[in-house]
């Protein structure tokens, strides 16, 4: 009889030993397949990116003297001077959109819009460009691996444009950016957090005599942009770079399998208790 119940004892503790081991390979698969639940980096992009004009002012803070295309990508201002040397107004021309599948994560910048100031000599007596505002848009689809095409991130330029004398120290004119920072954006893709941005080889720091000559006119500080030459065509070329790196906040799905892998902690717990 003792030999019966001891025996019997055995073998419930056989079984909740194994129902135990269950438990915990149950456990740890789960916590294993949550380590490994985070998704593919995208090491390459398709892309579309735009610009267009969408609001402008003239130094007398009206629209007079300002035409602006029907699709928006090209501004024309003034009146031809009389010394002119070709009769043009000066305008603002936007070369896009620009698409490509050739722009990868951590790699290098490729180029995409740019814009072409052509600054010609027109009459002083009519109001000039005082200021302009830009719809800068760019479009991502994971091209590798292949992913679905991302919603349209957008941003506002805004630039303030300045006559200069253009005498032999200050001969050209200015284009600042208001809020230079607004060049740069981010957005979260399946596990992941990229980063990209708009760099140029045209606009940077404004400096010396320039820099100056912004100081005394609006005040002192450091102002971004760009130069163009009187009675010259001047080019900013615009690149896209984007860098990649895993999102710290977790997914939802590794969260559930997370929480379904130390609910099983728990059970293993509470049955040693």
Do not use: C
Not at 157 to 181: A, C, H, K, Q, R
Not at 217 to 243: C, H, K, M, P, R
Not at 252 to 262: E, F, K, S
């Amino acid at each position: 009889m003792f030999l019966a119940s001891r025996q019997k004892t055995f073998t419930l503790l056989a079984e909740t030993n194994m129902k135990k081991g269950t438990i915990l390979t149950l456990t740890l698969a789960l916590l294993l397949t949550a380590s490994m639940a985070s998704a593919e980096l995208v090491t390459q992009w398709s892309y579309i990116n735009d610009a267009i004009f969408t609001d402008w002012k003239n130094s007398a803070g009206t629209q007079d003297y300002i035409d602006v295309s029907v699709d928006a990508r090209t501004m024309e201002w003034g009146i031809p001077s009389d010394f002119s040397t070709n009769g043009e107004r000066s305008a603002l021309l936007i070369n896009g959109p620009v698409s490509g599948s050739d722009l990868e994560t951590n790699g290098t910048a490729v180029p995409v819009v740019d814009i072409t100031h052509n600054n010609y000599i027109i009459k002083s007596t009519i109001p000039n460009l005082a200021f302009g505002q830009v719809l800068a848009s760019v479009q991502f689809i994971p091209f590798m691996p292949v992913g679905p095409v991302l919603p349209v991130d957008t941003a506002f330029l805004e630039f303030l444009f300045f006559e200069t004398p253009n005498n032999s120290e200050i001969p050209m004119d200015i284009f600042v950016l208001t809020d230079p920072g607004l060049t740069n954006g981010s957005f979260i893709y399946d596990g992941y957090k990229y980063d990209f941005s708009f760099i140029s080889t045209g606009f940077g720091l404004i400096t010396g005599l320039y820099d100056e000559f912004l100081d005394n006119l609006i005040g002192a500080g450091d102002y971004f942009g760009w130069l163009t030459a009187e009675d010259a065509a001047t080019n900013v070329q615009f690149f896209l770079s984007i860098t990649g790196e895993p999102n710290p906040v977790p997914e939802p799905g590794t969260i559930l399998l997370l929480g379904a892998g130390l609910l099983g902690l728990g059970l293993v717990a509470r049955r040693r208790r």
